[in-house]
């Protein structure tokens, strides 16, 4: 009888099944995560570890002997050659020059281009093509315009009375127009980015200040400047780390010269593994650089949650 | 003298005309609403007031002087923004001193101008949080203070207590009214509600499509609208309109003569159940609304349309039946050019 039926079920305690909605959904997770995290694991820990592996040991790439030296490879970047801290001292300077004045003209091209009106879209686009040119094309074109006096810059120059100098041969003008050509190359992401961030501020501030008497000048500096500072903060610290990791710019426009005038970290790494197969001496040039990567990182971290509480 | 004054203002945004020749008369510590459906021009005209819009014709006069081209904060207007627009980086005490800051007022005087304000609306307890450490009203009342602050001849709200729930609506709505009579400033003030427009306003302003409808007390739009626009706008629920021939005979026999093509509006609280000999109208009951005070009946009439009554006491009557619906004919309101608006809506 059904009676019966139903009280020997309810008698018997149902067993819990193994797979219960938590470890089902645990499961999934793993699964859905394992290509990222095997890739991740494969591609980045894993070469980390053989750098810093390598770093500690003496190897010359020719001669396939290497010999472990501990940390003589650090010692010697940070104590015993001089040419590490030049190198360090030129990627200081490029940073330093890119940074202010990338995010000078990116603010003021997206304040310039923020409202939709007659040829803004021209214009963003003019300004964003650099970034995504080949930077090989870029700086074929850019070597041809900055020729001693045959160069169209020169040329130009002298059209109003300036005589130019050897742009890429002198050290000092060298980093300088490194600087500027890659300006040029990277400013229209970060005037995307301001755009994006200056459309976000709602109308109604800037009306309300209007209204209440600030000029141009006054509302920008009180109160879109302030409202911008959580992309400034980050476009300070990615345009920092990629000016940090600079290398094909260099590659292609200087190789490093003249007189090592424009030699930065990541060239000079690239030097010292592949053209002077220096492996671990490279390796420990490229755990010293991941450090100031991460450190700048770590950074940015905490000023956003500073910034944000 | 007259504190405001719009002359056939007009505004167009390219080829579209959003104010179409706007005129009015606001008295020197007046409180005007404007009404309107959604997309009449509201804001539009109360932002060419404050100088967020330019004028497209017409003048514009605060003061006693044409404001066309002045600049915005040369108005001496001060605005209350739907959206509060209070500076998030700023502390309450900032924003309502920014005005007086980028003015170049001395510190000294910007804090006792902060403060008199503070303490008129109670901030005096939140000067030193930012806005997003208070709620919606205390939001309200900072971007009212820093209207204060200012120290305008006229203030400008656009929607003020639309972001809020319904009970703090009904307070600062009081708020907002008490203020006024301290200050006795004028104020036009913009919404959609029309019971915040009815308890607020000394005049209200009804706008349609650009146009003022009709301009009076509120007493004056819900007694004698000027038209059947204003009558269905103003008053809750809406007035019903009928065909003037389905109660003409009653209505002349009660002394209301109807004439011939007229509509006539009943509002729905003015509406009676009688007995059959006194009614003026006669229906079926489709539904009702009980809401606790009284119930909505929805009466269908012969003709098919649904007449809205509002039936005091707790012995409405069942759905499916025959009701007897009178009215003092006092109250009735013959509209004699309107036919053709509503055949066309
Ligand atoms: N900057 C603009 N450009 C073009 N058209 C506009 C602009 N601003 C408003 N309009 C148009 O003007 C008309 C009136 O807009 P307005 O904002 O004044 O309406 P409103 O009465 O305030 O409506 P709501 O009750 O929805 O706030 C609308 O049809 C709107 O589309
Ligand atoms: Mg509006």
Redesign the pocket.
């Known amino acids: 009888m059904a009676v019966t039926d139903t009280t020997e079920t309810t008698a018997r305690k149902p067993r819990a099944p193994w797979l219960t909605l938590r470890r089902r959904e645990a499961i999934e997770g793993w699964l859905f995560v394992s290509p990222t995290l095997i890739g991740f694991l494969i591609f980045f820990l894993g070469p980390l570890i053989a750098v810093v592996f390598y770093s500690l040991t003496e190897w010359n790439l020719l001669s396939q002997k290497s010999t472990y030296v501990g940390l003589a490879n650090y010692t010697d970047a940070l104590r015993d050659n001089p040419d590490f801290w030049h190198v360090i001292r030129n990627s200081v300077i490029f940073a330093a020059g890119l940074v202010p004045l990338n995010m000078a003209l990116a603010l003021g091209l997206a304040v310039a281009l923020c409202r939709p009106g007659k040829g803004v879209v021209f214009f963003r686009t003019v300004f964003f093509a650099p970034v995504i040119t080949s930077a090989v094309a870029w700086a074929i074109v850019w070597k041809f315009l900055l020729q001693g006096e045959a160069g169209a810059v020169n040329q130009m120059l002298a059209g109003i009375g300036i005589d130019g100098p050897n742009w890429l041969r002198e050290p000092n003008w060298a980093m300088f127009a490194v600087i500027v050509t890659r300006v040029i190359k990277m400013v229209g992401l970060n005037m995307i980015l301001y755009i994006a961030a200056l459309q976000a501020v709602p109308r109604d501030y800037e009306e309300a200040a209007r209204l209440e008497g600030a000029n141009s000048w006054q509302i920008f500096r009180m109160v879109t400047w302030p409202l911008l500072a959580p992309t400034t903060l980050i476009i300070m610290v990615i345009t920092t780390i990629g000016s940090f990791k600079v290398f094909d710019h260099i590659y292609l426009m200087t190789g490093g010269g003249p007189e090592n005038g424009t030699l930065v970290l990541a060239y000079y790494i690239y030097e010292q593994a592949f053209e002077f197969f220096n492996i671990g001496y490279a390796a420990a040039l490229a755990i010293i650089m991941f450090v100031i990567v991460l450190a700048l990182t770590v950074v940015q971290l905490l000023l956003r949650q500073k910034g944000s509480s | 003298m007259s504190s405001l004054t719009l002359r056939n203002l007009t505004k167009s945004?390219?080829k579209?005309d959003?104010i179409r020749g706007v005129s009015l008369d606001v008295e020197e510590g007046e409180f005007v609403v404007f009404v309107?459906?959604?997309?009449?021009?509201?804001?539009?005209?109360?932002?060419m007031i404050a100088g967020l819009?330019d004028v497209s014709g017409g003048d514009l006069m605060i003061g006693g002087q044409r404001m066309n081209d002045v600049q915005a904060a040369k108005r001496g207007v001060a605005m209350v923004f739907q959206s509060y627009a209070l500076y998030p980086h700023l502390t309450v005490r900032q924003n309502m001193g920014f005005g007086l800051k980028v003015r170049k007022v001395p510190a000294a005087d910007i804090a006792r101008q902060v403060d008199e304000a503070a303490a008129v609306l109670k901030l005096d307890a939140l000067l030193d949080r930012y806005p997003r450490e208070l709620s919606g009203g205390q939001r309200q009342r900072v971007a009212i203070g820093r209207a204060i602050v200012a120290s305008p001849e006229v203030f400008l709200f656009?929607?003020p207590l639309s972001n809020l729930d319904a009970e703090l609506r009904v307070h600062m709505r009081a708020e907002i009214a008490a203020l006024h009579r301290r200050l006795g400033n004028t104020m036009v003030y913009?919404t959609?509600d029309q019971i915040e427009a009815m308890t607020l306003a000394d005049r209200i302003v009804v706008?349609r499509d650009?146009r003022v409808e009709q301009v009076g007390t509120p007493r004056e739009l819900y007694e004698s609208p000027a038209n059947t626009f204003v009558a269905q706008f103003i008053g809750s629920p809406k007035m019903n309109l009928v065909d003037g021939g389905a109660v003409a005979d009653r209505l002349s026999a009660l002394g209301r003569p109807v004439p011939e093509g007229a509509l006539v509006g009943l509002r729905p609280e003015h509406l009676q159940l009688v007995p059959a000999d006194q009614a003026i109208l006669g229906g079926r009951l489709v539904t009702s609304e009980y809401t606790g005070a009284d119930t909505l009946l929805h009466v269908e009439l012969a003709d098919g349309e649904v007449l809205l009554m509002v039936h005091q006491g707790s012995d409405a009557p069942e759905p499916g039946a025959d009701l007897s619906i009178g009215i003092d004919p006092a109250l009735a309101h013959i509209f004699e050019q309107d036919v053709a608006a509503k055949n066309a809506a």
């Open positions: 945004f390219g579209t959003v309107g459906p959604s997309g009449c021009g509201k804001s539009t005209l109360l932002r819009e656009d929607e913009v959609h706008l650009g």
